[in-house]
């Protein structure tokens, strides 16, 4: 069982955000939905028949909670899930199913139609940071500042000095 469990607060969209994260994420499923009872029970629940209270999924072996609160509270880029990606391909797949606001896109982070942020981001960034040539990691890291979806290519390019990304 997993120590630390995120949970998402939704306007009134819990359900189907569950639904759609499980089906962009392989090895992914919905554990359980719990919903507000009929309103007619307690005034706290005007207006939340129906939707959820207590929802719990998971998305590739990483468990998350979920609820849905009202518009009280919205999610922002303090806080982003990072999805690593093996290749290029796998890069392309999660920035096409996730990234839906370009205004936010920047280094490999986007955000979703429900405005949880991610990072897309390809385990050959974290080498290319992190090689011990400072000139060469430098120059990925510049190019990476200019991408919005990283481009292995680009980064690899980059790094060895043929040239920036566009």
């Avoid at 392309?92 to 896109?105: F, I, Q, T």
Wanted: aromatic share 12%; hydrophobic share 40%; net charge negative.
């Amino acid at each position: 069982m997993q120590k630390i469990t995120p949970s998402l607060w939704f306007d009134m969209n819990a359900e189907e955000a569950m639904n759609y994260y499980v089906n962009v994420f392989k090895n992914s499923k919905i554990i359980h939905i719990e919903k507000y009872p009929d309103e007619s029970l307690d005034e706290h629940f005007k207006g939340m028949a129906g939707k959820v209270i207590n929802g719990e999924f998971e998305l590739d072996g990483m468990r998350f909670i979920c609820l849905d609160g009202g518009p009280i509270f919205k999610f922002n880029e303090a806080v982003s899930f990072t999805v690593t990606c093996k290749d290029q391909e796998e890069v392309d797949y999660y920035w096409e199913k996730l990234s839906a606001v370009p205004e936010a896109e920047q280094c490999g982070w986007c955000k979703d139609k429900f405005g949880v942020s991610w990072q897309i981001v390809p385990t050959r960034l974290g080498e290319l940071l992190n090689d011990p040539d400072k000139e060469k990691a430098n120059r990925a890291m510049q190019a990476m500042m200019k991408m919005h979806k990283l481009d292995v290519v680009e980064l690899e390019r980059a790094f060895e000095g043929d040239g920036a990304a566009s």
